[in-house]
């Protein structure tokens, strides 16, 4: 089993930073992809950010130059540096992990979820 434990979150003005951390213990391997969901108050979990072995990352076009995934793989860490965050970014935010390491932007493909942490943008 793996676990997956989110941190950094909170209330942050529009035009402000966050970063978030997601730590991985148990089962994991470097091999995993992780990624990046949010989930807004009567909304569909959505996807943010993945990355891959290779540090190959992906982003949803709505964070595209704002947000950068990054994972340092000695300290089984993936982080979420969000900059310029808008009142549309206000979610909780999920870290997940793919066994398979596809990194993809697809919900079902993701073996392990933590609790998330929530992230709101006040205007």
């Known amino acids: 089993q793996v676990q997956l434990v989110e941190s950094g979150g909170g209330l942050v003005l529009t035009g402000g930073s966050l970063r978030l951390s997601c730590l991985a213990s148990?089962?994991?391997?470097?091999?995993?992809?992780m990624g990046w969901f949010r989930q807004a108050p009567a909304k569909e979990r959505e996807f943010v950010a993945a990355?891959?072995?290779?540090?190959?990352?992906l982003y949803a076009d709505s964070v595209k130059g704002r947000f950068t995934i990054s994972r340092d793989n000695a300290k089984n860490t993936v982080s979420l540096q969000m900059n310029i965050l808008k009142p549309e970014d206000t979610a909780v935010y999920y870290c997940?992990?793919?066994?398979w390491g596809r990194g993809s932007g697809i919900y079902s493909e993701y073996d392990y979820w933590g609790q998330g942490t929530q992230v709101t943008v006040s205007s």
């Open positions: 997940a992990a793919d066994m």
């Open positions: 148990g089962t994991f391997s470097s091999t995993y992809a």
């Open positions: 990355i891959r072995w290779g540090d190959k990352t």
